[in-house]
């Protein structure tokens, strides 16, 4: 295999887990075990192996040692975008020689064919000629080396067997295997489907990518497909006198019901409830929309979010799309990588905008991000806006709710009945009314917010009031940073749990809003909410303050390529 001197160095903005090194070979699963990405589908043809196959190759050619695991039961063909020889190796073909021998003579040939005892012991075989080939040995021993530096790849032989075995192998105990390959990454290619086994490698992975199409085949088994896997991570939890109960209520809604749905039907069962409640708060489900063609496509993927939600109660973390590309059918057919044949495609750098996202401390601080900012299903939760949303807020808001929800909508199919649908149309009708009238927006505010006190100055005596600094001096052309929040909070003499007791926000939030701490904040709509409500308390020009630190938070976003 190459040496890593030819592969490109990681730039100052690359996932930085560990300095590349000179030798492959020189870091030990021991000091940092491999770390393990799923990659699934909602059907076939999504792009599945593409997309595992240069996520793989973006990873080598930033120094990490990778292997690639072809583990589609539908049909293995990783080693054919690398363009490495398959699994299998191809019998040899012999050209038959032609027949010569005319009338009674040809009418003899078996006759003088020998017999199979008078075959040679090497080529003696009921089944036709033996293989001289020995069989290859277990993927795990030996994985494949390909022509690109620091990648490997394995095939898991689930679609075929390999030479040398009695039959297929199974998916049950491959992430033991895996995790036992020496390497820094292993992306295994999962394939499609919601077979048992294939739901507790993609739950159990330490990354997970889930693959899907602008089209609504695509989508409603995407649905379906969280919904089996939710499913499946609540049974694995019970014992079993649980079991008993959960599959019994299972037969009772249906067949993997959405997880809300669930959640609603154990209101007498608290301990489950719990489990269920959970389950919900810490699922996570990673999306990716490929072969994105139009404005439209670009936006599915954040509105299949937000209809996820809604229905199921879960998070999505929407990490991008990738555009549309003819060259990816030519690279495929070219046998070459897509990031290797046509670096500068747009499809290509959405592949590696993708592999930084996934890579990044965002994707792995996104589980604390809170689920919902706003008490679940009031109008403020349903149209996704702050208490402190402005008019405009609400209306921009509207738009997108009618957009997401309306009847030419993509995103529903599979995920609303007719009826439940209407129904949703009609509250977002209702939200949209209530919250712009100021007569009805305040009575309702008060009644499903808990009612704020006014902030009292934690000050225990007043030498230690005395010792507060000034406060800093403010205009109307000031920009709001986080460091300029902390200052006027300290010259008032409140502390950050007081804040949080007044606004119910949580400290976590408050710190990162102060220490300017983007990545760890949540959706630009929510972090508006949060600063308007501090502003309120620091006694500011909440508009102003949420303008202004707003556009500087954007700004970090459209830089990662995130708005």
């Known amino acids: 295999?190459?040496?890593?001197?030819?592969?490109?160095?990681?730039?100052?903005?690359?996932?930085?887990?560990?300095?590349?090194?000179?030798?492959?070979?020189?870091?030990?699963?021991?000091?940092?075990?491999?770390?393990?990405?799923?990659?699934?589908?909602?059907?076939?043809?999504?792009?599945?192996?593409?997309?595992?196959?240069?996520?793989?190759?973006?990873?080598?050619?930033?120094?990490?040692?990778?292997?690639?695991?072809?583990?589609?039961?539908?049909?293995?063909?990783?080693?054919?975008?690398?363009?490495?020889?398959?699994?299998?190796?191809?019998?040899?073909?012999?050209?038959?020689?032609?027949?010569?021998?005319?009338?009674?003579?040809?009418?003899?040939?078996?006759?003088?064919?020998?017999?199979?005892?008078?075959?040679?012991?090497?080529t003696a075989t009921t089944a036709g000629p033996r293989s001289t080939v020995p069989p290859p040995p277990s993927f795990v021993d030996t994985p494949i080396e390909t022509s690109i530096p620091n990648l490997k790849l394995v095939h898991a032989g689930l679609d075929q067997r390999v030479l040398g075995q009695g039959r297929v192998a199974s998916r049950v105990g491959l992430l033991d295997r895996v995790r036992a390959l020496t390497a820094d990454y292993a992306v295994v290619d999962l394939g499609s489907g919601t077979e048992e086994s294939l739901?507790?490698?993609?739950?159990?992975?330490?990354?997970?990518?889930?693959?899907?199409?602008?089209?609504?085949?695509?989508?409603?088994?995407?649905?379906?497909?969280?919904?089996?896997?939710?499913?499946?991570?609540?049974?694995?939890?019970?014992?079993?006198?649980?079991?008993?109960?959960?599959e019994e209520l299972i037969r009772r809604l249906g067949n993997a019901p959405?997880?809300?749905?669930?959640?609603?039907?154990?209101?007498?069962?608290?301990?489950?409830?719990?489990?269920?409640?959970?389950?919900?708060?810490?699922?996570?489900?990673?999306?990716?929309?490929?072969?994105?063609?139009?404005?439209?496509?670009?936006?599915?993927?954040?509105?299949?979010?937000?209809?996820?939600?809604?229905?199921?109660?879960?998070?999505?973390?929407?990490?991008?799309?990738?555009?549309?590309?003819?060259t990816a059918t030519t690279c495929v057919r070219t046998r070459r990588p897509l990031l290797i044949e046509s670096p500068g495609t747009k499809a290509s750098r959405s592949l590696e905008k993708i592999a930084r996202r996934l890579l990044s401390s965002d994707a792995k601080q996104a589980g604390a991000r809170a689920l919902r900012t706003a008490p679940p299903h009031t109008y403020h939760?349903?149209?996704?806006?702050?208490?402190?949303?402005?008019?405009?807020?609400?209306?921009?808001?509207?738009?997108?709710?009618?957009?997401?929800?309306?009847?030419?909508?993509?995103?529903?199919?599979?995920?609303?009945?007719?009826e439940g649908l209407e129904a949703l149309r009609a509250k977002i009708d209702e939200a949209y009314d209530v919250l712009l009238?100021?007569?009805?927006?305040?009575?309702?505010?008060?009644?499903?917010?808990?009612?704020?006190?006014?902030?009292?100055?934690?000050?225990e005596d007043e030498a230690r009031a005395e010792d507060r600094p000034p406060p800093p001096v403010i205009s109307p052309d000031t920009e709001f940073t986080g460091e300029l929040l902390h200052a006027v909070r300290i010259s008032q003499g409140l502390e950050l749990r007081e804040i949080s007791r007044v606004t119910k926000i949580g400290i976590h939030y408050l710190q990162c809003i102060e220490a300017d701490e983007f990545s760890r904040l949540p959706a630009p709509v929510y972090v508006r909410g949060f600063v308007t409500e501090v502003a309120k308390v620091l006694r500011l020009d909440h508009e102003h303050v949420a303008r202004t630190y707003l556009a500087r938070y954007r700004r970090y976003l459209e830089e990662r390529g995130e708005l």
């Open 1 to 122: 295999m190459a040496s890593d001197e030819t592969s490109s160095r990681p730039s100052s903005d690359e996932p930085q887990d560990g300095a590349a090194r000179g030798d492959s070979g020189a870091r030990s699963p021991i000091d940092r075990p491999i770390q393990v990405v799923a990659v699934a589908g909602a059907k076939g043809g999504v792009g599945k192996t593409l997309v595992a196959s240069n996520l793989a190759l973006y990873l080598a050619t930033i120094g990490r040692r990778v292997i690639l695991v072809d583990a589609d039961a539908a049909g293995a063909s990783a080693h054919t975008l690398l363009g490495a020889p398959p699994p299998v190796p191809l019998r040899t073909y012999v050209p038959p020689e032609p027949e010569l021998r005319k009338g009674r003579a040809a009418e003899q040939v078996e006759l003088d064919l020998p017999f199979e005892s008078e075959l040679p012991e090497e």
């Open 199 to 246: 739901l507790d490698f993609y739950s159990d992975a330490d990354l997970n990518v889930f693959l899907v199409t602008p089209e609504p085949t695509s989508l409603e088994q995407t649905y379906r497909f969280v919904r089996e896997l939710f499913q499946r991570r609540v049974r694995r939890r019970l014992d079993d006198r649980e079991s008993l109960r959960y």
């Open 258 to 326: 959405p997880p809300q749905d669930l959640f609603l039907a154990l209101e007498e069962d608290e301990p489950m409830r719990a489990v269920v409640a959970e389950e919900m708060e810490n699922f996570r489900f990673r999306l990716v929309v490929n072969q994105a063609r139009v404005r439209t496509d670009l936006e599915i993927g954040a509105h299949i979010r937000s209809a996820v939600l809604r229905r199921f109660g879960v998070r999505v973390d929407y990490l991008g799309y990738i555009d549309y590309d003819d």
């Open 381 to 418: 939760d349903l149209l996704e806006i702050e208490r402190g949303a402005t008019d405009e807020d609400v209306r921009r808001a509207y738009k997108r709710a009618k957009e997401i929800f309306g009847p030419q909508s993509m995103v529903t199919y599979g995920l609303f009945d007719p």
């Open 437 to 459: 009238d100021p007569s009805r927006r305040r009575p309702y505010e008060l009644s499903v917010f808990p009612t704020s006190e006014a902030p009292t100055p934690v000050v």
